[in-house]
């Protein structure tokens, strides 16, 4: 008869139950869910694999805010926290068990896109003996995690093990809330199981970002106080008949003024950090751009009267407010009524991806992106065409006046006009091929110099005109027509 020794040995049961688990791949977060909410008891249930909180929904339940259960090894601060809704508890059952579970091995959950990777921490909603979908208000479930390079991109997905067999991440019923660069909420509609997922962006760059931005402040402090200048002596030069050519130019300098405020401003208000703030920042930044895109349109309407009408048209000063102040309030109006238009947007330069440069602005989702090529780019493209048209219409009713044969006065007629009618804003669209970063920094400078350039013209404009003994408001359309209106009483 042949011996058997028995050595009474013993197993870790639950290490076993987790180890079968995780060999199942798509079904072993099925499998401890279900042993979970089979055990018969509330409150903590620890496996080596996962640790779940077990909760009864009875009658009355107003909803409750849990953070879950973790291993001693994990920061306190980067435990997961979840919000459950009232709606969960179904009127129909007196009682309704739901488990929360987060699962310490994502092994559980290997698969998904290739190009993409879950944070560690993995959470699984359920409710007993039904199906959760289409939630009136959202279940929260509150990711910590350190912080990401800026070239990285975070999203809350889910996977439902009912109805895919393989492991299949979707965003589907859940809005991804970045709260700050450390911690990410995530708002879904229905139970299964949630995380986050990270994915290295090819995002666009900017090389020089920082030179770029230095250029630009600098010049936009010198234009703010060239502004200030221009607009006192333009005040001072608001009478006869001229009184609304000088309108015109005001509005222009106000308009400018505050566009080169608000940028400078931007930067500062997004590193604040307060979204509110950073909304109106944006709001006023938008308007103030859109407000010196129509008044430079203004000027181009405007001019067209004096050439062609020499004069006589009497215009309402209301009109052009309206079309230069009151159409950018609207749209700007129109915009924050939508909603999710303005916020902090981030810059990043090529030099040093994990520190962009932050501005308050339209924010990169897809409405704002579509506000802006329709509203932005279509009213710069009007202004730049329509500026080019009436620059060409100028320089050829004067080009055969004694004066224009005198390169300086030629020179400085072109520049200004360019300038005031925004033609140097089409730098722009040719921001594009091997030129792209000396467009770019032309752009940039010329730009940001506006003010100094209109207000350096004014002044040698004024220097002329007390030459020649002759009056004028000053500006530079104002000059031209001069040129003209000589010419149309000679013939």
């Known amino acids: ?42 409150g903590r249930v620890d496996l080596p694999c996962a640790q779940s909180t077990v909760i009864e929904m009875e009658e009355g339940f107003t909803g409750r805010y849990l953070t879950l259960p973790a291993s001693q090894t994990k920061a306190p601060n980067m435990i997961p926290s979840v919000y459950l809704p009232s709606c969960l508890k179904s009127a129909s059952k007196r009682k309704s068990k739901v488990v929360c579970t987060y699962y310490k091995d994502k092994n559980l959950f290997q698969g998904g896109p290739s190009d993409s990777s879950l944070l560690d921490d993995v959470v699984g909603l359920s409710v007993e003996n039904e199906i959760i979908e289409n939630l009136p208000e959202p279940v929260k479930i509150t990711f910590h995690h350190l912080p990401f390079p800026a070239n990285w991109s975070r999203k809350c997905v889910s996977w439902d093990t009912r109805k895919d067999n393989e492991v299949k991440w979707r965003g589907d019923g859940c809005e ?41 402040a600098v010049g936009c402090a010198v234009s703010l106080v060239s502004c200030l200048v221009l607009f006192y002596w333009l005040c001072k030069r608001r009478i006869g008949k001229k009184n609304q050519t000088s309108l015109v130019h005001r509005g222009l300098v106000v308009a400018i003024f505050l566009l080169c405020l608000f940028f400078i401003l931007t930067g500062t208000v997004a590193n604040v950090e307060n979204k509110t703030a950073c909304k109106i920042t944006g709001s006023l930044l938008h308007y103030s751009l859109l407000s010196t895109l129509c008044w430079m349109a203004m000027e181009v309407f405007h001019t067209f009267l004096l050439v062609r009408k020499v004069f006589s048209s009497t215009i309402p000063p209301w009109v052009f407010y309206l079309g230069g102040f009151g159409l950018p309030a609207l749209l700007v109006t129109i915009l924050l009524s939508i909603g999710d238009i303005y916020g902090e947007r981030k810059i990043v330069p090529s030099e040093n991806i994990t520190s962009p440069y932050r501005m308050c602005w339209m924010s990169d989702k897809d409405k704002s992106l579509l506000a802006h090529y329709i509203i932005n780019i ?27 044969k005198n390169i300086h006065v030629s020179f400085l007629s072109i520049w200004g006009l360019t300038c005031l009618f925004g033609t140097t804003w089409g730098l722009g669209f040719l921001d594009f091929g091997p030129l792209s970063e000396a467009i770019l920094f032309l752009f940039c400078i010329i730009n940001s110099l506006q003010g100094f350039f209109l207000m350096l013209r004014y002044y040698a404009l004024e220097r002329m005109k007390k030459k020649d003994d002759s009056s004028s408001d000053g500006s530079s359309s104002a000059s031209s027509k001069q040129h003209m209106l000589q010419t149309n009483e000679n013939s």
């Not at 949630?194 to 250029?215: D, G, Y």
Request: net charge neutral.
């Open 1 to 42: 008869m042949e011996k058997y020794t028995f050595e009474g040995q013993s197993i870790n049961c639950k290490k076993k139950f987790c180890d079968e688990a995780i060999s199942q791949t798509s079904r072993g977060a099925n499998m401890i869910e279900n042993v979970v909410m089979k055990s018969n008891t509330t």
């Open 176 to 216: 991804t809330v970045n709260i700050n660069e450390r911690e990410t909420e995530c708002h879904c509609n229905h139970l299964t199981y949630f995380a986050i997922l990270v994915q290295v962006e090819q995002k666009a760059t900017v090389r020089h970002l920082e030179a770029l931005t230095f250029i630009t």
């Open 378 to 404: 279509g009213l710069l493209a009007v202004v730049v065409s329509s500026g080019a048209v009436m620059l060409f219409l100028v320089v050829k009713e004067i080009r055969n006046r004694p004066e224009w």
